[in-house]
């Protein structure tokens, strides 16, 4: 039987993966648009909005880590839930974040930000190792590449979507508290819908027909006859034994940095520099990342197809990402010295781009490297080293452009990336070359 013929029940849960992870991007981007209101409303500066923005990334580093070792242990269903319905409770919380702080943290609104962001960015944590997770088990070994850049695809989707949606609500309801309040009461509505479809594993599912099943269990089959099976589980602090996986944390730190830079950043920026107003950006906000939605599903294809060509995971993984954090690097330090506005959203653009191409690759690098029965746990490892850059970009940028203007934010990038390059270089995935077709068994 041709693969096209099988069912396929297990695509509707990645679309829906897909989704819940879209929205958790949106829902963490949306303040970015509202500072605007929020500082002349707290008398915040330039340096206190790096605070706000940075605030999030203490506990989505936490929120990371536990929650890959928690999916190990208690299944990706349940961490969906309790993840997703706290952090849409916190979004909406954020909405009187200041006004909580000054009533009752005396009378510091930046109190009342850092903990509903700590908070949030907690409850979001979890998310991108519970996806990787959820694609180990539902995803065949030759699928996993592109199913996990698919999912992968909400990062630059969410950000790029986020400026219309943070632009229109505001527009819409009247102002930035109500954005947060509509953002989580969608957030628990799509979770609730994401509940009644989604299973730990396709065996679990009474929708995934026997044909689909079958079809799932040959690929495993092949997958574990083609590589070193795992007779033990292995302590979870082995992740800081391996040097492949701790480099391919600060590659993926380059990543993040970037990324975050340019989700907390560019709306200000944008208004600071070239004086756009909250109603401009809403389009200006979304450029930076049209280039990126497309590489990040580019960037999973590559990768699997020079595996196949290869057989060699450190041509496919390692040397691809250290190639684009190198142009990427260039483009950076072409940024900080652009003059024009267009100039620097073409730059940003194409650097965003190139940044995003390989964002897959340290997600298949963990599957590639980690025992099947720690993907999860290792995957959270690898979220909470990379993801010190959520709170390090915004606070960093905030002091960088008090005492040297926004060019020296840029600079500070080109600095992330060129780090991230030099560590993927040295990145060895796996325990040898494979074959090109499987992956590790799924768990």
Known sequence: M????????????????????????????????????ILPEYGFDKADWGKVLGYFGYGYILGALIGGILADRFGAKRIWLIAGATWSIFEIATAFAGDLGLAFMGGSAMAGFATIRVLFGFAEGPAYSVINKSVANWATPKERGFVVSVGLLSTPLGALLTAPVAVGLQTLTGGWRSMFVVLGVVSLALLIFFMTRFTNT????????????DFLRRERASAANASTPTTSVAPVWHFFKNKDLL????????????????????????QD????????????????????????????????????????LKVARSWLAATCLLLTTLCFILVSQAQTVWGVIAL????NALNALPNSVYWAVVIDTAPSNRVGAYSGMTHFIANTASFIAPMLTGYLTVHYGYSSMFV???VATALGMSAMLMVRPGSRQISPSPLPAAV
Not at 11 to 28: E, G, K, P, S, V
Not at 248 to 263: E, I, P
Not at 274 to 285: D, E, I
Request: some cysteine; proline content about 4%; overall charge positive.
């Open 247 to 270: 480099l391919n944390a600060v590659g993926y730190f380059s990543f993040v940095y970037v990324t975050f830079l340019l989700l907390t950043w560019t709306p200000k920026y944008l």
């Open 202 to 213: 396709p065996d679990e599912n009474p929708r995934v027909s026997k044909a689909e099943l």
């Open 2 to 37: 041709k693969s096209a013929a099988i069912p396929s029940f297990r695509y509707q849960i990645f679309f829906l993966i897909m989704l819940m992870a879209l929205l958790n991007y949106i829902d963490r981007g949306a303040i970015a648009y509202a500072s605007a209101s």
């Open 412 to 414: 500070a990038a080109a």
């Open 273 to 312: 520099e070239f004086h756009y107003n909250l109603s401009s950006l809403w389009y200006m906000g979304m450029i930076p990342w049209t280039g990126a939605c497309f590489t990040v599903l580019l960037g999973g294809k590559i990768s699997d197809l020079l595996l196949r060509r290869t057989g060699n």
């Open 348 to 351: 940003m653009t194409l650097a």
